[in-house]
């Protein structure tokens, strides 16, 4: 028996074996699988919803570290007037 331990995220579907990279970790190199869903339309989606998602993330991101540098620099000026 065998359950699908690697679901597709959308159609909930058991993954195969995609590209194999080598990739460098920790000064060692490491084969990273990559598994796809059998569908391939369902896979692009997929791919789709994963590159939107990571551009949101950088881009809330990029947002947090712009306001911590604007905080930075007010606090920075207050600090100089208070001298
Ligand atoms: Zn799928």
Redesign the pocket.
Known sequence: MKLPSNP?I????ERIKGKEQIVILNSSKTKVTSYV?P?NA??KI?NKQIAEKEERKMYLINRSRERANNRHKAQKQTAQKAK
């Open positions: 597709c959308r159609c909930g579907k869903c569908d369902c896979q997929v």
